[in-house]
């Protein structure tokens, strides 16, 4: 444990009037802005469920088992990133890198997989401006992606940063917030997941959407 | 730091053009959001007197429907996000570091980066001028009337990218501001020891904070709809025109306060200094701002009473928007009780102060007469609510603006403004002010729609319409007054010393203009109105009135650097937006800039090692 060393460095952080360091409380209260960014695309998404005039309806080519799949990967990416930060506060260099890229490496994974996906539906014919499930649905988990993307590029910079061994338990707060972000970003997965995919993605037809 | 910052050499040094370009002193990044809101003033309020001049007679033409259509679209976008807005976020960045008693904001360079996207996307919303091509659907935008059949011009373009631009700015400032505010205040600085205008600004903050990812979706959404093939409100595939509504009013109300609760903290500031009496029940005027901002996010139909959500729909949104009109009226009722028994002295600012209570009592009461969803019915779209809005957003907000104006303004001027131009320049505006919307609540009862570029002779409201007309030129002298009053005694105004007002808050006991590090030696809050106690106890002990803080060396304070990189970020951000607008590698070009700037943002210590 590096700890009794590297105390002394933290002592020298600024003081703040609730002690918890700013940039935290600054991802904390941005996360709270994104919930709501989701929320009202998750909105318009329940809004339209059933409502589109055209298909492909969600059950012609929603693949559950396969989405299945890639959320799972995601959801192990969040193991890793959880490792990656005790890694950190261990001052483990090997472990650092490796839960690092590990990382990096399941979300490019679900990545690849969300590319494939819209690719098959734009195949099948589910376009943004087929109907207004393909508008919502394509908004909506195309900002998730986007989401993940920037987290990988954060998480690759971070790698760099390791390689160069200056991430260690004095930087251990950058992990820490790029953890936040990146397990906000898996918990709203599981959202979109529920609602897109296991609820929504049997519904056939224009039938009205139960529940209003 | 070895590769970007290395191109560019840390900028330092805190004089000519480039240091304002590279500022990050939380009191520099006030002075240019304050400037630049200034200027957008005139320009919306030139752009009302093209509406006054066009509706002055009856069955004119001196401007075509086309042009007034987007002078009342401009007028109101750019008076909502370009002028009150950022004049509240000008005092937020003047104020707020010095009446919590910190050096700056929590982060100085996210605080530039803010100002730069503001100007930016306030550029980019009035590029449409350019090409003749400026929004005209109103600053509500309705769909379906913004989508490409309707709207075919670029207009909406420019709008809706613009205001994505300045959404970000505003989240990016808000974050900084809730940041510094929870986290900044000086020891002994409680939440219930916080002046009445942190509280507001928190607040307003966090409304900002959770109100504008909700238009953001729906200009996203607007934006895909006119240029990527999706019908999110167009009807012909499916969509509903009226989700756009709900997300812009749920944006929509939020925003409302989000306007009016900054010039409420500045009136609960003037108000007590110029009764000589502490805010009356402070606790109240918190919690009620609290409870304010809690319910704006409960009252966003009462916009759209008459779109036919159903009874059940329109009573709720009628009670929820009565209940809010309780915890304003608490407001109301603590500055009156705060001046009550006060020995008032009617300084400029407290002038306005007065103003703003007199005047929002008044579109405050207007605005509960269209709570009521079968009067609503009734003054829906016509000039009452024009009216009512004005007594608000003018009568409130731009008046509690000027009462910060001149109570604040001397503090980092160094000089007092004029009392005998300021006196004509309230006198003025406050007449102009009512002498323009006070006849509106008639014609607008009796039937004149808002947002029509002329109205019949047969229909009588001529001679109220002039009375409107004549009102706005006394509001245009009022404004210029404002000006040479300003310009005079920046000049050749009395030196205001450190503390004119003789002041309850941390602020006054610094010198005017504040150093660059603000406080020599961070204080000690002794309770709600420190600098009061301070003054009282020195007072006690036989002293006399404390002088202001005597400056110490700047180079022994470790302050944050300048930076290029807010600027080009913003830039780069803005060239994302626009490219979407001609050619997508634009958008590209702009993506790496603003990449380029992030890494070299990231690369560079928020304070050189050769600036301690």
């Known amino acids: 444990m590096a700890h009794g060393v590297e105390t002394a460095h933290h002592a020298e952080e600024e003081y703040t009037t609730t002690g918890l360091n700013h940039r935290k409380l600054l991802m904390w209260v941005f996360l709270g802005s994104d919930c709501m960014f989701f929320g009202a695309l998750i909105a318009t998404y329940m809004v339209y469920r059933g409502q589109s005039l055209n298909g492909p309806y969600p059950i012609d080519i929603i693949n559950v088992p396969v989405t299945t799949i890639s959320t799972f990967v995601l959801l192990c990416s969040s193991f890793s990133m959880v490792q990656a930060l005790a890694a950190t506060n261990k001052n483990d260099q090997r472990g650092i890198k490796i839960w690092l890229l590990a990382t990096a490496f399941l979300g490019a994974i679900f990545i690849g997989f969300q590319v494939v996906e819209f690719n098959t539906f734009k195949n099948e014919g589910l376009t943004l401006g087929a109907n207004l499930f393909g508008a919502s649905f394509f908004t909506l988990t195309g900002f998730h992606g986007a989401h993940v993307t920037l987290g990988i590029i954060w998480l690759l910079g971070m790698f760099v940063l390791a390689v160069k061994g200056r991430v260690g338990p004095a930087t251990a707060l950058d992990v820490e917030i790029l953890g936040l972000y990146w397990h906000f970003v898996d918990i709203v997965w599981i959202v979109i997941f529920t609602l897109l995919y296991l609820i929504g993605g049997f519904d056939a037809g224009p039938a009205p959407a139960s529940g209003g | ?612």
């Open chain 2, 1 to 612: 730091m070895a590769t970007l910052t290395g191109v560019l050499a840390r900028p330092s040094g805190y004089t000519g053009v480039w240091s304002w370009i590279t500022t990050v002193d939380h009191k520099r990044i006030g002075i240019l959001y304050g400037f630049t809101a200034f200027a957008m003033l005139l320009i919306a309020g030139v752009e009302a007197g093209v509406m006054r001049a066009q509706l002055a007679t009856a069955d004119s033409d001196l401007v075509s429907p086309g042009v007034f259509n987007q002078m009342f679209t401009m007028h109101a976008t750019a008076m909502v996000f370009n002028v009150i807005m950022p004049l509240s976020a000008s005092f937020f960045n003047l104020i707020v570091p010095l009446a919590i008693g910190a050096r700056d904001v929590a982060f100085p360079r996210l605080n530039a980066l803010s100002y730069w996207l503001f100007l930016f996307g306030t550029l980019l919303l009035h590029a449409g001028f350019l090409q003749n091509q400026a929004p005209d659907a109103g600053w509500f935008s309705y769909a379906s009337l913004t989508e490409k059949p309707y709207s075919a011009n670029a207009g909406m373009d420019f709008w809706a990218l613009g205001l994505l631009v300045l959404g970000t700015s505003s989240v990016a400032a808000a974050l900084n501001f809730t940041v510094t505010i929870i986290n900044m205040r000086a020891p002994g600085m409680s939440l219930m020891r916080m002046p009445v205008f942190i509280w507001m600004t928190l607040i307003t903050s966090i409304l900002l904070i959770l109100a504008f990812p909700v238009i953001t979706v729906g200009l996203i959404e607007l934006t895909m709809d006119r240029n990527f093939g999706t019908h999110f409100f167009m009807p012909a595939g499916g969509g509903d025109p009226l989700l756009w509504q709900h997300l812009f009013w749920v944006f929509g109300h939020p925003e409302v306060y989000i306007l009016i609760l900054p010039p409420m903290g500045v009136v609960s500031e003037v108000l007590p200094t110029f009764s000589r009496k502490p805010l009356f029940g402070y606790p109240f005027v918190v919690f009620s701002g609290i409870t304010i901002g809690i319910m704006s996010w409960a009252v966003w139909s009462h916009h759209m009473f008459t779109v036919g959500l159903g009874p059940v729909a329109n009573s709720v949104f009628t009670i929820t928007t009565m209940l809010i009109a309780v915890p304003t009226g608490v407001k109301i009722f603590n500055w009156i009780g705060t001046m009550w028994g006060g020995a008032i002295e009617f300084k400029t600012s407290m002038l306005f102060a007065v103003g703003f209570v007199f005047l929002f009592i008044i579109g405050g009461l207007s605005g509960v007469s269209h709570a009521v969803a079968p009067a609503d019915n009734q003054q829906q779209d016509t000039y009452y609510i024009v009216a009512h809005i004005h007594y608000v957003l003018f009568g409130g907000s731009i008046f509690g603006i000027f009462a910060g104006i001149y109570y604040w303004g001397p503090k980092f001027t160094g000089r007092l403004l004029g009392e005998g131009l300021g006196k004509l320049n309230f006198w003025l505006i406050f007449i102009g002010m009512n002498l323009t919307f006070f006849p509106m609540h008639f014609v607008g009862m009796n039937g004149m729609p808002r947002r029509v570029y002329t109205y019949p002779a047969e229909s009588g409201f001529q001679l109220l319409n002039s009375l409107s007309s004549l009102g706005y030129i006394v509001l245009f002298i009022g404004f210029v007054v404002f000006i040479v009053n300003y310009l005079r005694s920046s000049k050749n105004g009395a030196e205001a010393g450190h503390d004119p007002w003789d002041a309850p808050g941390i602020e006054w006991s610094i010198s005017s203009p504040p150093p660059a590090y603000n406080f020599a030696v961070i204080p000690e809050v002794l309770g709600r109105d420190h600098y009061w106690i301070v003054k009282e106890q020195a007072r006690e002990a036989g002293q006399g009135t404390p002088p202001g803080e005597a400056h110490v060396d700047e180079r022994t304070i470790h302050m944050p650097s300048p930076s290029y990189w807010p600027i080009v970020i913003a830039f780069g951000v803005t060239w994302i937006a626009g490219g979407l607008l001609t050619h997508y590698a634009l958008s590209f070009a702009g993506g790496i800039i603003a990449f380029a700037g992030v890494v070299g943002w990231g690369n560079e210590p928020a304070a050189a090692e050769s600036d301690h």
